[in-house]
């Protein structure tokens, strides 16, 4: 079995273990012989999915307590697995969810890395700097790359830690390495969004 989170970009897939990823352009062309039980975020490859009979959508298995509304089948398959804590997935876009004895209290949503760097970049051109992971936030920046790179990283940490106090965080996605060793209570977790997948599935086969 292979499981696959289709992204707007790229599409993840779990293996026995085993992670990878193609990009959307390439899943056209992807057959696996395998079944493969996905969930998707991305309106433009619904048709192509229709098309694949292998490939099962699995976002009906999913029985998330909550009120929010809109929230993506991401965001759900990763709160899926945690009772209680924080659930930060660090990709294109930062998610933020609340979970409290296995029921979604609400979340919010920021900009990713990237998409960071290219609101300052349409500020100016003198603003399009590389981000420095290794910036110190306890000084203030003495160069406009240091100052950019800060005003980035400061920005969300300073967010998430409002939003974390005292809970235990669970960090996914791309960048959540990056950012769960700002956090002595975080665990980073690159298979937060499959094991939430294997769950709805096994509760599936217990129906």
């Known amino acids: 079995m292979i499981l696959c989170d289709i992204g707007n970009t790229n599409a993840n897939f779990y293996h026995d273990g085993k992670l990878w990823s193609i990009s ?15 969930i998707n975020v991305n309106p433009k490859v619904i048709d192509k999915l229709k098309e694949k009979n292998n490939f099962i959508n699995i976002e009906s298995y999913f029985n998330l307590d909550t009120i929010y509304q809109g929230m993506g089948i991401d965001r759900i398959a990763a709160c899926y697995t945690v009772k209680d804590g924080i659930i930060i997935d660090v990709g294109s876009a930062i998610t933020v969810d609340i979970m409290l004895n296995h029921m979604h209290l609400g979340g919010y949503i920021l900009p990713g890395l990237n998409a960071y760097k290219e609101a300052y970049k349409s500020i100016s051109s003198d603003l399009d700097k ?9 000084a203030l920046p003495q160069k406009t790359e240091d100052a950019v790179s800060y005003g980035i990283i400061k920005s969300i940490q300073m967010m998430l830690e409002e939003t974390s ?43």
């Open 130 to 138: 590389r981000l420095n992971p290794n910036i110190i936030l306890d």
């Open 24 to 38: 959307i352009d390439e899943l056209d062309s992807y057959k696996p012989n395998e079944k493969v039980y996905y």
């Open 165 to 207: 106090k005292n809970k235990s965080i669970f960090f996914t996605g791309g960048d959540g390495k990056f950012f769960s060793k700002f956090y002595k209570n975080s665990i980073y977790d690159r298979t937060l969004i499959f094991r939430g997948m294997l769950k709805a599935i096994e509760e599936r086969k217990e129906i």
